[in-house]
T-cell receptor, first 113, second 117 residues
Framework: DAGVIQSPRHEVTEMGQEVTLRCKPISGHNSLFWYRQTMMRGLELLIYFNNNVPIDDSGMPEDRFSAKMPNASFSTLKIQPSEPRDSAVYFC???????????FGSGTRLTVV | AQTVTQSQPEMSVQEAETVTLSCTYDTSESDYYLFWYKQPPSRQMILVIRQEAYKQQNATENRFSVNFQKAAKSFSLKISDSQLGDAAMYFCAYRSLSREYGNKLVFGAGTILRVKS
């Protein structure tokens, strides 16, 4: 089991550019979560999917953020245009229905300059 | 909405000694899950221990144990025989079982644990 795989591990981009973060959940897991971690706000949920369907996107900060899950094995989080305040570590996590635990990926550290 | 509070931004412990990290939460629900996650400098989020609210018995995982006080809405983590590898940020997290709140985790702000040799 390779775990939850996120790419890239680090991303540095210029303000105004589009950024796409990628996540491959564990095979068989049917829930997928995107979290953002910053010093100021801690870990906050951005959006989560059940069976590839977005359930709660109330944490998405603004229209510049969008997330998709076209199939059970892939999800993306896109920021367009990016701003310096988007700099954070973005985590993806997945869970199998009926299980307690969530498995997190290693995160993507995004720096917008 | 549920909230999780970790009132200790930072804690220190001597190697081989015991330390307790505090966590309180606010909820009107009677059934839920509670978790402690460890985040070392590698930033990987690692599940340390979990507790089901309907269980009165405190969860234990090797050197890690919890003190779950449901009425007080308190969920502290005790680390015995602390090791250098325990140094990390520790997060307390709550998960509702209500369909209304979904199955998302709500995290506290975290406690940095330093282990002195």
């Amino acid at each position: 089991d390779a775990g939850v795989i996120q790419s890239p591990r680090h991303e540095v981009t210029e303000m105004g550019q589009e950024v796409t973060l990628r996540c491959k959940p564990i095979s068989g897991h049917n829930s997928l979560f995107w979290y953002r971690q910053t010093m100021m706000r801690g870990l906050e949920l951005l959006i989560y999917f059940n069976n590839n369907v977005p359930i709660d996107d109330s944490g998405m900060p603004e229209d510049r953020f969008s997330a998709k899950m076209p199939n059970a094995s892939f999800s993306t989080l896109k920021i367009q245009p990016s701003e310096p305040r988007d700099s954070a570590v973005y985590f993806c996590a997945s869970r199998f229905r009926g299980n307690y635990g969530y498995t997190f990926g290693s995160g993507t550290r995004l720096t917008v300059v | 909405a549920q909230t999780v509070t970790q009132s200790q931004p930072e804690m220190s412990v001597q190697e081989a000694e015991t330390v307790t990290l505090s966590c309180t939460y606010d909820t009107s629900e009677s059934d839920y899950y509670l978790f402690w996650y460890k985040q070392p400098p590698s930033r990987q989020m690692i599940l340390v221990i979990r507790q089901e609210a309907y269980k009165q018995q405190n969860a234990t995982e090797n050197r890690f144990s919890v003190n779950f006080q449901k009425a007080a809405k308190s969920f502290s983590l005790k680390i015995s025989d602390s090791q250098l590898g325990d140094a990390a940020m520790y997060f307390c997290a709550y998960r509702s079982l209500s369909r209304e709140y979904g199955n998302k985790l709500v995290f506290g702000a975290g406690t940095i644990l330093r282990v002195k040799s």
